[in-house]
Each structure stands twice: as C-alpha cells, then as structure tokens.
C-alpha cells in the first residue's frame, strides 16, 4: 500500500496539466507539430496518384463525348436517308 501511494501522486500530477512544468509542455509541442504533416514521400504519392485519377476521368469523358458524336452522326445520317426515302414516295 506504501508502495502505491506514490504512484498515484505521479498519475494525479500528469492528470493535472495545471501541474506540468514549462519543459513539459515543450517537449509534448513537438509530436502535436507534426500530426497534420505527411512525409514528403507520402504526399509525392498522393500527387500522382490524384494526377493518375485526373487524367482517366479526363481520358474517360473523352471517350463519352467520342460516343456521343459518333451516336449522332449516325442517326443524323438515318435521317437523312429516311428524308431521301420520303421525297421518293412523294
């Protein structure tokens, strides 16, 4: 029982950040700085990753334009025969 009683006194001042020294704190500042930072190798990796994503949605618009144009080519060309068709029987 002696023997957790201090122990207990060692929790209760880190419990309490009233009790932390200045030093404390400075060498708790470090670890809180680099949270939001990614290693520059990671975010290299995630640049060309979204530039990968980028350029298939780009390449795959392309291509759905491409379809579109060709959809409409063909049935403007079936109109026109379909036109050609209706002034022979008139």
């Not at 006194?9 to 009790?19: A, C, G, L, V």
């Not at 298939?56 to 025969?81: A, D, I, N, V, Y």
């Amino acid at each position: 029982l002696h023997q957790r009683h201090p122990d207990l006194q060692d929790k209760s001042e880190f419990s309490n950040p009233d009790r932390l020294s200045f030093k404390d704190n400075e060498e708790f500042e470090p670890s809180f700085e680099c949270v939001n930072q990614k290693p520059l190798g990671e975010r290299k990796e995630e640049d060309k990753l979204w530039e990968q994503q980028a350029k298939q949605q780009r390449q795959e618009e392309e291509q759905r334009q491409t379809k579109r144009q060709e959809t409409l080519q063909r049935e403007w060309g079936e109109l026109e025969m379909l036109d050609r068709e209706r002034r022979l029987i008139e």
